[in-house]
């Protein structure tokens, strides 16, 4: 064991934070301060997306053939808190992380050179149809039809929880192309543009005032057959390569250890009595034992990172940072609101844009709420925290 | 010790569960917020003409003088179907204030009990955090014989759709309550919805003349902590009904829902939340309990104080366990605005948070 | 709802609390303050019941006719809290609350006659033997074997965690009479004694040093059918009988707030640089969650006792007074613990005779511990937590 | 970074792992519980031939030079294998005092090292709570150019066995560290067991001379805090450990019991607390190795401190989650003294509250 962080790495903090701070627009970080990690707009991705391409960082994990950086996992991890503590927007997540792998992993030659620069260079927002009403966490039941007829797909069926699904321009989709097949079998990986005829996008009000999730209704659409990407079949496989190739991110250490940080700092500038919060020492210990199990959370993930033999299952990790990340995103949110009292209970209009000035009222109470309550979701998506600890009971104990 | 129902109060429930289940769907509740002050006036008059607005109006100034129990009663089942309105202020928290004033305020316990006055209680001001007992920014002064208030306020709560509002001051170094209409010249009104879609302003006073003193001193902040601590067991009770409809509703969602080839219902580790949510449901409705016998009792102010911030102590911990839970058990339909869920939460997180925290509770037990 | 109580009951538990008083012996009432609740000597139960038997308080719960009081569900509750504030020893529950309200419910006259004055005069210490290794909360498995030989039943099997099974002169066992029929309904009730030969009970030592709880081998025991209760093949009915019986005594609320009690009064008297822990608000806090928590118990208890129309299960708030009671007397034991810091880690011999003086100190460092340590038992014996959830989920909403 | 064991770990792990599974049975360790001072004499001389109790002397002191990590190491072993010793007292508290004294005391280190020679730290006393930064009651006088101390000491642990104490003392209005002979005349032991058969004493000192003054004033209590601090990280591996036996001792269990028709291990309840337990397991290794790395950075005190003591209230949280449902999972087994988990339990429980509890580490977290 060593511990000692590789110390090269502060030169390249340096060198990351340092172009951030020159790159990132005023007006975009502003409005990421503005909504606190609760909401990003998707076209504020892109803008970013097509900035970070000018230095070739759009897309840093990528392998470097398709405009990758060949950054190390540290490095990695180093860029990605910097872009966070910086208010950066998210990237597409779509295209980096999800569609983007599965295309340079198992797409064809046409199709990494279709889709792949376009993506990186954030030329579009990609949005994700995996999800259906009725079968949150059991993908087997997927019933959006695919039917080959020469050569097209025509699609029938319905998606939910498609994030920005309003605002993009492509989604990939899970069809079932073969009904005949065991669930798993018949499902397929399908490209499909937002605009073709037959698709409708509604967008869902959510408890905190955001609309951003949205349910896509396919109705006859028709997509081309060269859209498949991969192997007719196999989607549910590449579904499982995608859960299993990103092992920290579901963490959220660089959001959890920013938003402690502004717990803290809220504790700081709330008082009773004239006397700051933090000096009660009921909120105090409740914060300090939340910045306990972040920085636990850190050195998870750095032992992920760091490729640390493990005598059980990696996913079961993968499942534990989950877990543990969800929960203190929950943890700390409350601790804000319980912070500021009655006044974490004022609806302000959710778009940054259309609220009032209010001068009697801290910024941080404008979001704090909004985040707390859409943070419910945090143990609820990409496999519920039920979903989370049934994983991990099985590969780490075989129960 | 009877637990079950009076004539009275099996009368209220039956007429609260019939009328406000019919009226207040959730679609209805939703279009609420579209008009400029969250009232379905209505629905107001209803309330006024089913006799709940006279609860707590003493029968010697034509209410019902009824208990505590029978104000829980209704607000338990308002709870249950969600819905925020200034029941507390004008049904509990006026009426307290008005009766015991040094001049009762009959006309107006009148108005409120027709349904056309409502009166909220517009104390906090910028800086405070819960401060029941610290001297007001707001000042009220006596000028030619009559109050003139001057101050900044903040989060009244129900104060967009009152008539009247009764203000915390300070009069010559006294605590004063003050009876103003909500329309006099020099109020200023910021009005903005709670996460509940209750709705609550921020409120300018520049030299308000025309107020009525209620009381001062020592017997102002009596008062005050009385009609707060009714308030508290009145919010609470509306809060342990939406606990009980969470219940509802999820066990429903847990029978209907299919994951996996099954029920969602037929996983034990998901049965268990529901226990847990029902335990705490259970323990927080028999608190409940302990706060009104304290109440109905005409307990000592200190006794009724303990056995209130006990109640609302122990609240603010099941509804974690039932709201939050409830959002989970729904998944991803938990956290839109389109399931019962998410509202039972953030009204049960409204009801939590007004008239003291945990924080504050603790506080005051450990100062009585 | 009218929640004044009837205010007769003054006068009543003055009446009860003055003839404890004078009943009960000082050395019992000093062994009982110096184990705290987390034993009790079978001896000073026997003891306790003999002097209760003198004013007919014995088993003031059971049929008139059997020597109860007629009390009504307050008045027992009222004399329960007062036996329990004034540390009596608990009374025998084996002959009070299960055996006796078989015997006196399906018992023949002749055994009513035989057992019922004994078992009220505390004669001698009744057993249970109800649990097997390898069947905690499942007694369908039940394999203890009473085979019929003429005029007697010939048994053989195991039982654990008989409470006091080593001074216990009888006991209530469950045993399986017939093999061939469906598990449940070849169980029967028999009353064995315990010194018949072939019987053998082995103390369990536990992890805070009592060894109170013991196994049972039963070794071709030859038992008197007569010692049969009720019918062959209903003793799951009965013990389903026993279960549904007492509703409220699993609340253990008479302990929950004598302890809650003392909680306070050891914060009160443990201190910090001088200052009594009370004032600390992190301690404090946690003590008066407590505080509240137990006070809705006690109006969970109070709704359970005067009826109230309840819209579930009765047993699903059976279960729900369990659970809360249960993990109500870890937190309390856990806060104990936690003020006494590391003075909570020396082990003082259990038994009370056997301590050294300490003079350093205080005298509920001595009890603290044990007593935290067994109560990890209050969400496992009788039911464990998972099995009551299990309970609620079903009976309450049907799931 | 580098989180994989280097050459050293793994060897001390693999004679770690051999030797204490083979002694350290539950039996021999119910059986230590009759000696007189709780050691295992003969395998305290194995660690010695194991090189264990070298690991914090420095090389040119003749010991390994080892850093936290390789202590971390075998001190998880231990825990793992439940073995209450006076592993943290004589190998990392006393070397650390003994080597930073103003005279390091080379002698005592080579008996140490040896197996000849424990030390333990003595510096509780009556109406302490944690006191590690404030004047003792205990004085040390110079008479006649040497130490006499006097004063009475509490929970003195590790006491009972070993052959030299370090006592905190003041010494005119200043700390005092100071070294004595453990049967010197004027000291009287009482000595008894804590719930992990971990040995204590409470011990007086009526004049007791022939004492060595290790380090006084500043520096003294400069050297106590990081010994402390190092102790704390050590009693936290061993803590690890013993969450780690818990999840294995259990989840073979699970597999192993049978209810209802099935192992139990199936219940999906179940599985949801061994999950929250794994959790809690993974979390608590993740803090330590924070810690671990601040230490073998040779951070600066407060950040150490800092660090410290954010793992000790992360432990003190996750050892409840893991050592009492490890009971749980047991049912009636796991109180019984005769299963393995009412032992780490009881293991657990003593090493979360040494050397300061939850509330100790977050009044020191404030102050810094």
Redesign the interface.
Known sequence: MDFIPDPSLDAFRHEIREAINADLPTDLKEKQIAYAGSQNEPEDSLTWMRILDKRGWAVPHWPVEHGGTGWSPMQLYIFNEECTNAFAPDICWGSSHMCGPVIYTFGSDAQKERFLPEMRRGDYYLAQGFSEPGNGSDLARLRTSARREGDRYIVNGQKIWTSSGYFAEWGFFLVRTDPTVKPQAGISFLMIKMDTPGITVRRIPQLNGESDLCEVFLDNVEVPAGNLIGEEGKGWSYAKFLLDHERTTSSFIFFNKREVARARAIAEAETQDGVPLIRNPVFRDRLTRLEAEATALEWSVLRELSKEEFKYHPTAAASTLKVAGSRLQQAICELEMDLLGARSLRKFAYDAHDRDAAPLWPDYSETVTPRALVMRASTIYGGTLQIQKGIISKLAFDL | ??????DL?RMLLDSAERFLADRFTLEHRRGLRATADGLDTEAWSTFAELGWLSLRVPEALGGLGGTM?DVA?LATALGYNCVASPFTSSVVIAPTILTGADQPQEALLEAIVGGTARVALVH?E??D???YD?PRGTTAALRDGAIVLSG?K??AVDAPSASHLIVTATIDGDLALVLVPSDGAGIEK?P??????QR?A?IRFDDVAGGTLLARGAAAQALLTQALDLGRIADAAQMVGSMEAD?AIC?AY??E????GQPI????????I???M??AT???R??L??A??SA??DAAPPALAR?VS??R??LA?AY?VVA?QA??LH??Y?????YEV?HH??HQ??LE??YG????H?RR??AL
């Open positions: 010790m009877d637990f079950n129902p009076s109060q129990a009663t906090d910028p800086g955090r819960y401060a610290k900044q903040l989060l910021s903005y919805p709670l996460y509940n879609d609550a921020d219940l066990s847990l029978k829902r299919q994951q996996f219902g037929k996983f034990q580790a998901l049965q268990h529901m226990a847990d029902f335990v259970h323990q927080a028999s608190i309990y302990a009104i016998a109905d009792a056995m006990l109640m102590i122990n911990e974690q939050r959002i989970q998944g991803g938990g956290i839109t605005d389109e998410s939460y953030r997180l409204v948070k007004l925290d945990v924080d504050h603790q037990l450990a």
